[in-house]
């Protein structure tokens, strides 16, 4: 009912920037936000930032000062700006949204496929 699509990821060196793009769609009434969540191997998946339909947004400790989420409503897309990134930093990133479907009252989670972020000289 709701496709997620990730785009942007890639190699890039430590202190390089990279820019993450997800876009939503099909049966989609409203969203109520989006995030970015990674996985690195051998680690569980965590959270990195999250965006609500107003706009509020949250980061975990490690990338705040660092990593920017943003989105653009009407296109039903969140974007990640990551700078100045670390090897920590390497893991597949995976898009979320909470979107309330056509015909339905409560919210369900959706996921997108994953992007290869690798940082490495």
């Known amino acids: 009912q709701v496709q997620l699509v990730e785009s942007g990821g890639g190699l890039v060196q430590p202190g390089g920037s990279l820019r993450l793009s997800c876009a939503a769609s099909?049966?989609?009434?409203?969203?109520?936000?989006m995030g970015w969540y990674r996985q690195a191997p051998g680690k569980q998946r965590e959270l990195v930032a999250t965006?609500?339909?107003?706009?509020?947004?949250n980061y975990t400790d490690s990338v705040k000062g660092r990593f920017t989420i943003s989105a653009d409503n009407p296109k039903n897309t969140a974007y990640l700006q990551m700078d100045s990134l670390k090897s920590e930093d390497t893991a597949v990133y995976y898009c979320?949204?909470?979107?309330?479907?056509?015909?339905?009252?409560?919210?369900?989670?959706?996921w997108g496929q994953g992007t290869q972020v690798t940082v490495s000289s």
């Open positions: 979320n949204a909470r979107v309330i479907v056509r015909g339905r009252i409560f919210e369900s989670a959706y």
């Open positions: 099909g049966s989609i009434f409203r969203i109520n936000s």
């Open positions: 965006i609500t339909s107003r706009g509020s947004t």
